[in-house]
């Protein structure tokens, strides 16, 4: 069926009742999929300003959440996301579309896929996209068939694949593709994976799912695409997790940054698994070998499996997708982050949810895990720029960069200090605590040695607010750890017991031999997207200042420890916006 026209999709039912996700632990944000059936359907009347971002990419209104079947095709680039036509709370779901030749400046176009038929009457879910032989492209997703929440895969093609564009989608009568047989939880069960071809010829994904409590990728391969075959054993499955949604799988080089296409494989590579758990809200994964002879996924020694795994981002970040681009042979991943105010907060201010800045990602040199590092096209938007070299900071000192806008800004840093000496020792009780908490015991105000150092974002003068980006290192018996923290607890003045400002952190894995740390801080008004290290630790903090906005945000280097810090290098720029011609596309925008 052809895409809907431009004066029906308002006349389409509203048919997204689903069921409510209720999580009792998914640190402060809400669910994608809980409904407010009230409210789902709540027209923007005034769209507030203030905390819109400038150069992330964003809707004028409404509600926005996991990035689809992000590719690369005949010179453009595609960015399908999950998007609510009528209102700033999760509902009324359609894959919204985007078409970019340079990942910053995009154009939006008519909805890609919307619920229209019996196999996706409630709700067109998430999905990737996969690239035939013959050069033509097909997506697969999930599609929601009875308020029971039934979930199945479906696929979508081109109507006409002349048109650079791809504006319209027709979903062929053959649907569903693939329908859960008994083993399987038909109510979790999504998100199907970019597919990748087998030496035996065959076309296999994986779809996340649960049972019980174990987390499962769930294997199936098709010879034609069109009829599927669940593999008996999941490709990888963990006991405690809970449910998997957004698994992501694909092969990375041993050397380089180079990226790969999903069907690479041959000698010096290894394979991530990532998925997004429902339960915490947090984006993890593993690095390891795939067993293509036995179809299973195994996790190196050096990967924990689980809630204390690597992270692709230690803050406010989920659903990710990552897609190959062989224009410039890289591996780019998207995220969505979602508010950490409240449900009044996003009706009353008309919007809710952003895509963070799509990142490159390569595996490290050690070959434990993945960097990550905002794509080049980023840099040009780049405008005033002001630099900072050998500044010591004294216990204590702060500096003010002045010269760009802070609200709105790139800033890369490098810090030295000369000795190890005054790192403070690892207190043993916090080994089984998560970073996070221990950031919370030991904020930015809490003096140390070597630490806590680092930027004071979206700071006002006075330092009534502001949202602290920094690492403090300890030492255990054998080795130096890093922490590095964005801590939202002072980010705004606004007493609202329910909005969520947590003291993001994660550990970076860094060799200090040289006794340097880097950092790079993306701010733009309401979020602030943090690389620490050249991108081993991403943390990514949603924050809303009262005082701190516009022209009245401030940014400071500062260093609350006893070892003198000297500030090596400092680049900020004001960031410009890049060119979003939204009136281009569906008139619900």
């Not at 308002?10 to 996700?21: D, E």
């Amino acid at each position: 069926m052809d895409c809907l026209k431009k004066s029906s999709l308002f006349s389409l039912p509203i048919f997204l009742l689903y069921f409510s996700i209720i999580l009792s632990f998914n640190n402060g944000v809400n669910a994608s999929h809980k409904v407010f059936p009230g409210l789902q359907s709540t027209s923007t009347v005034d769209v507030k300003n203030v905390h819109r971002t400038g150069y992330h990419f964003q809707p004028p209104k409404n509600w926005i959440n996991d990035p689809n079947a992000p590719m690369y095709y005949n010179g453009v680039y595609h960015l399908f996301y999950q998007y609510n036509p009528y209102g700033s709370v999760w509902g009324n779901i359609v894959w919204a579309h985007s078409v970019s030749t340079d990942l910053i400046n995009w154009i939006p176009l008519e909805p890609g896929i919307y619920p229209s038929e019996v196999f996706d009457k409630y709700g067109t879910w998430s999905g990737s996209a996969t690239i035939l032989p013959n050069n033509k492209p097909i997506i697969l997703y999930t599609g929601i068939v009875d308020a029971k929440n039934t979930q199945v895969q479906n696929y979508a093609i081109p109507a006409d694949i002349s048109d650079p564009f791809l504006r319209k989608w027709i979903k062929p009568d053959n649907n569903p593709l693939i329908v859960a047989d008994v083993s399987i939880n038909k109510t979790q069960f999504r998100d199907p994976t970019t597919c990748w071809l087998g030496q035996d010829g065959y076309w296999r994904t994986l779809i996340g799912s649960v049972w019980g409590k174990q987390g499962l990728a769930i294997l199936y391969k098709s010879k034609n695409f069109m009829k599927w075959t669940k593999i008996q054993h999941p490709l990888h499955s963990v006991d405690g997790t809970g449910n998997w949604e957004c698994p992501d799988f694909f092969p990375v080089l041993l050397h380089g940054t180079n990226g790969l296409d999903a069907s690479y494989n041959k000698k010096n590579i290894k394979h991530v698994l990532k998925v997004s758990l429902d339960v915490t809200r947090f984006e993890y994964y593993t690095v390891g070998i795939y067993d293509t002879k036995k179809d299973r996924y195994i996790p190196d020694k050096t990967s924990i499996d689980g809630w204390k795994g690597l992270r692709l981002d230690y803050g406010n970040y989920y659903a990710s997708k990552s897609f190959y681009d062989p224009s410039k042979n890289r591996r780019i991943m998207w995220g969505w982050a979602n508010e950490s105010d409240t449900v009044n907060d996003d009706i009353k201010k008309g919007w809710a949810g952003i895509q963070t800045i799509p990142r490159k990602l390569w595996l490290d040199p050690s070959g434990k895990q993945l960097v990550q590092w905002p794509v080049e096209e980023l840099e040009t938007f780049r405008e005033q720029k002001v630099q900072l070299s050998n500044r010591k900071l004294n216990k204590g000192d702060k500096i003010e960069v002045k010269g760009i806008t802070p609200a709105q800004a790139d800033v890369e840093v490098t810090f030295s200090f000369s000795s190890l000496d005054k790192a403070e020792p690892f207190d043993p009780n916090w080994a089984n605590l998560y970073a996070q908490d221990v950031c919370a015991i030991k904020g930015s105000t809490v003096q140390g040695g070597l630490g806590p150092f680092g930027l004071l974002t979206l700071a006002s003068q006075n330092l009534e607010e502001y949202t602290p980006v920094f690492f403090r290192v300890f030492k255990t018996q054998d080795k130096y750890k890093v922490l590095m923290c964005s801590d939202a607890s002072r980010s705004t003045l606004k007493n609202d017991k329910t909005m969520y400002k947590p003291s993001f952190a994660g550990y970076v894995d860094v060799d200090l031999t040289n006794k340097t740390l880097s950092l790079r801080s993306l701010i733009d008004h309401s979020v602030v997207e943090s690389f620490g290290a050249g991108g081993k630790t991403c943390i990514t903090s949603r924050v809303y200042p009262t005082l701190a906005i516009y022209d009245n945000a401030h940014l400071f280097v500062f260093n609350n420890g006893t070892e003198t810090i000297k500030i090596k290098s400092l680049n900020a720029w004001t960031m410009g916006k890049p060119k979003m011609n939204w009136s281009f596309g569906h008139s619900s925008y």
